[in-house]
């Protein structure tokens, strides 16, 4: 596991503690088990990022509503997502747990429970933004054991599954994201890694290509806002002691995609505060297994839990500044 997962996420499911209830838990899902989660993961993320960009064609959500503050909204497109989730879950796993971000909490009987963002960047998509995704991810008493995010905007899919390289498909092909990769990643299947995207410098090994990868002033820095404005305030003054620090900050909506692109090398590093365990049960895992560090953020006079992740050669002074 992680130096940090977010501590809902590191929680086993319900029904899995057995040091509480007298029971044994359940085994942890071995290798072909966590690739066969992974399959039916991307195939939820998938599915509802297809009907998603279907809703998006067609214009604007009738039904909006808010949530925890007048800004922080939910649409009629992200319950319909979650509804085609958990009926798809419904069918292929009927025995798993779900929590899912729109909708209500349900225990399982093995040890699974799956954890589902149907739309991560819900304002983003209310706005005609293209920066959303789905997020889905599934766990055990260990922690994550394989998570899909599926960006449809740009047909790109990330994933991980517990101890395999994270991958990035795209229509071109599959590159793997990691330590040992060099620009793009290293080509699974398809065409080359520089065919599926110059752009992408594959996680970790991102030192390998760019010189300055442990060098945090000329790092490109991933971050959110909360929803509440108090800790927004607080953390524009965090980001006020940062811009002068670093090569530049990007805040574009998603933390799961924040993450996606992490470890895809499109941003050094990405920290944020008030995440929650759908935002980034998938990203997690996604970032490690593309040898990345993710640490723990904890609270702190206004501002709440959060994570920060970036390659071990930046972590400590990117701490000292946000942590």
């Known amino acids: 596991m992680s130096d940090c997962e977010s501590r809902a996420a590191r929680t086993p499911p319900a029904g899995a503690r057995g040091s509480e209830t007298g029971r044994s838990d359940p085994p942890a899902a071995d290798a072909s088990g966590a690739h066969a989660l992974l399959a039916v993961a991307t195939e939820a993320a998938t599915g509802a990022g297809a009907l998603l960009l279907e809703r998006a064609h067609h214009g604007a959500e009738r039904h909006v509503s808010s949530k925890s503050t007048p800004t922080d909204l939910v649409s009629e497109a992200d319950l319909a997502s979650e509804r085609a ?25 093995n040890g699974l429970s799956w954890v589902v963002d149907p739309l991560d960047g819900t304002v983003n998509f209310l706005f005609g933004i293209p920066q959303w995704c789905v997020s889905v991810a599934v766990r055990d008493a260990r922690g994550t054991v394989a998570g899909a995010i599926y960006d449809p905007n740009r047909d790109e899919l990330f994933s991980a599954a517990r101890g395999a390289p994270a991958a990035l498909s795209t229509p071109r092909g599959t590159i793997a994201l990691g330590a040992s990769c060099a620009v793009g990643g290293r080509a699974i299947d398809g ?22 990868a442990g060098d945090l002033a000329m790092a490109m820095i991933a971050t959110g806002l909360a929803y509440d404005a108090r800790v927004r305030i607080a953390q524009g003054r965090v980001l006020a002691g940062l811009v002068g620090r670093v090569r530049d900050i990007r805040r574009f909506g998603s933390a799961a995609l924040d ?15 008030s995440v929650k365990q759908w935002d980034i049960a998938a990203g997690v895992l996604i970032c490690e297994s593309a040898g990345l560090r993710v640490l723990e953020l904890p609270e702190r006079e206004d501002l709440p839990w959060g994570i920060l992740v970036a390659r071990l050669a930046l972590c400590e002074e990117l701490l000292a500044l946000v942590g």
């Not at 929590?99 to 349900?106: A, I, R, Y």
């Not at 995207?197 to 010189?211: D, L, Q």
């Open 259 to 273: 993450l996606a692109w992490t470890a895809a090398g499109r941003y050094d590093a990405y920290f944020e505060r």
């Open 85 to 109: 989730i958990r009926e798809l879950l419904a069918r292929r796993r009927p025995d798993d747990g779900f929590v899912g971000e729109e909708g209500d909490h349900v225990e399982g009987t």
């Open 191 to 212: 065409e080359d890694a520089g065919a599926v995207g110059a752009h992408t410098v594959a996680g970790a090994g991102a030192s390998a290509t760019r010189p300055w």
